[in-house]
């Protein structure tokens, strides 16, 4: 899956921030007037995009544990004032819902609340539970019940809501007149299994952030879409450079100094009528460094 972040900027106060990222988790009057201010100043500092210092609100009370690449990963979202977005393009298991929790979170300290979160509908109440036991975030999932709730309320617009709001794609899809009147901050969508047939999926998210990153379809498919893996070179490493400013990636292979991934070594055996269950359950399982290999023990044959 990856994720693709739009970003919408906008100049708002830093007015009654240390008491609204304060408040949550202490006690401000039994602060000493030292330590407010000093609170005061990471709170309302500005750090450069490729800064550390950037995510220091975040960070106060996150419980979460970072790994290096998910940190660049989320700096590289800010690294442009100018840039409408960016696409996190992780390879599996290397947490990208902890690196837009990141982002939603930094968003979220700046006081920059209108947020939203576009996911497959099975994992809308995965990423309300993440946000909140990791980063502390409040959400609401917005869907038919609820929506109809909130119009109930005389609410004008269910999507205009003081805590970040998660849909699915076909809710958002719906309710498309009510999206594109709010201001949003951020929206974050996630994708499942892009590039599945053709580079064409990856000019259409592209475009998403950019429309003008690639020209038009017609332009895009002459340059680019007879390209089959690397086979030409030229052209492949042309749109890997086009992609750079707007594209992260990174691959398991550049993290292991730091995560360990279990090794797995399949067991093969064949498999015909004529075995029983006592059959494989027989079978020498061998270790390999300290690693056991299990065989697969199937059902009766009936």
Known sequence: MWLIF?????????????YFNLGMGADILNLTPYHAKYFAYELTKRSSSDSMQKFATTLLDAQVDLNPHQVEAALFVFHSPLSKGAILADEVG??????????????????????????????????SQE???????????????????????KKNNPFEQNEII???????????????????D???????????????????LVS???????????????????????S??????????????LCKRTLRRQVLEYIKYTSRIAL?????????????????????????????HPANDS
């Open 268 to 296: 093969v055996e064949e498999f015909s009528r004529q075995k029983t269950n006592s059959d494989f359950m027989n079978l020498s399982v061998p270790t390999y460094s300290g690693l056991t290999c299990m065989p697969c």
């Open 94 to 127: 290397l947490g990208k819902t902890i690196e837009a929790g990141l982002v939603i979170a930094q968003k979220w300290a700046e006081r920059k609340r209108k947020i939203l979160v576009i996911v497959p509908a099975n994992l809308r109440k995965q990423w």
């Open 131 to 153: 946000l909140i036991d990791k980063f502390f975030l409040p959400s609401l999932i917005l869907e038919t019940k609820s929506f109809q709730e909130a119009t109930r309320q």
């Open 6 to 18: 739009c970003i919408f900027l906008k100049l708002l106060s830093w007015e009654e921030i240390l």
């Open 208 to 230: 998403i952030i950019d429309d003008y990153a690639f020209g038009d379809v017609k332009s895009f498919k002459s340059q680019y879409g007879k390209i089959t893996g690397s």
């Open 186 to 204: 951020l929206v974050v969508i996630l994708t499942a299994t892009p590039l599945q047939n053709s580079l064409l999926e990856l000019y259409g």
């Open 232 to 245: 030409d070179v030229q052209a492949f490493g042309e749109l890997k450079e086009r992609l750079k400013p």
């Open 166 to 184: 998660i849909c699915s794609y076909q809710f958002a899809r719906s309710k498309e007149e009510y999206l594109q009147v709010v201001q949003w």
